[in-house]
T-cell receptor, first 115, second 117 residues
């Protein structure tokens, strides 16, 4: 049951350049999409979210784009910094009538930002 | 900044033993969750808890698992008889707004690593 997929296990970018992390989903009933960042030995921490009725949400260096027709979203980080090196998880919510607020996560993409 | 705290950070147990993982969610949060991440795999939903009862559970959350909020602050996950495949990082999470009120932003704890030998 892979309703949320992150097909790139890893990404390496140079400091100052743009990082683009991708996520695909299969369930058109999702109402919100969230991105989380995870450092080793820590829990996931929330970065940014987007409603399914929007196509873009921006917060500082982070922008999430949503393409509903393609069932695809992406997280842009610009400029990338070495401290952004972490595992990034895409997550989705709101897929069922018994909506308990659970998040369904993708497999994660490990981002390495090189100085 | 308020945080979700989990104990223990690491527990090693023998197969067949009972394990209790503890969590203290953020104090004004109303919705509570357990997730797990087997090494190298994705973060998987186990169970959600609201108003002192389970609101949803996954296929993973079988009869060997139970959750409790015994005293209004702690939120525990019990595994009755551990199996080798229960070895994973277990994350507790909580949220305030829940479903239907904007994005349900879960705040996660640092996790409890369970190793079953």
């Amino acid at each position: 049951d892979q309703q949320v997929k992150q097909n790139s296990p890893s990404l390496s970018v140079q400091e100052g350049r743009i990082s683009i992390l991708n996520c695909d989903y299969t369930n058109s009933m999702f109402d919100y999409f969230l991105w989380y960042k995870k450092y080793p030995a820590e829990g996931p921490t929330f970065l940014i979210s987007i409603s399914s009725i929007k196509d873009k949400n921006e917060d500082g260096r982070f922008t999430v784009f949503l393409n509903k027709s393609a069932k695809h979203l992406s997280l842009h980080i610009v400029p990338s910094q070495p401290g952004d090196s972490a595992v990034y998880f895409c997550a989705a919510s709101g897929s069922s009538s018994s909506n308990t607020g659970k998040l369904i996560f993708g497999q994660g993409t490990t981002l390495q930002v090189k100085p | 900044e308020p945080e979700v705290t989990q104990t223990p950070s690491h527990q090693v147990t023998q197969m067949g033993q009972e394990v209790i993982l503890r969590c203290v969610p953020i104090s004004n949060h109303l919705y509570f969750y357990w997730y797990r991440q087997i090494l190298g795999q994705k973060v998987e939903f186990l169970v959600s808890f609201y108003n002192n009862e389970i609101s949803e559970k996954s296929e993973i959350f079988d009869d060997q698992f139970s959750v409790e909020r015994p005293d209004g602050s702690n939120f525990t996950l019990k595994i009755r008889s551990t199996k080798l495949e229960d070895s994973a990082m277990y994350f507790c999470a909580s949220s305030y707004r829940g479903p239907g009120s904007g994005a349900n932003v879960l705040t996660f704890g640092a996790g409890s690593r369970l190793t079953v030998l």
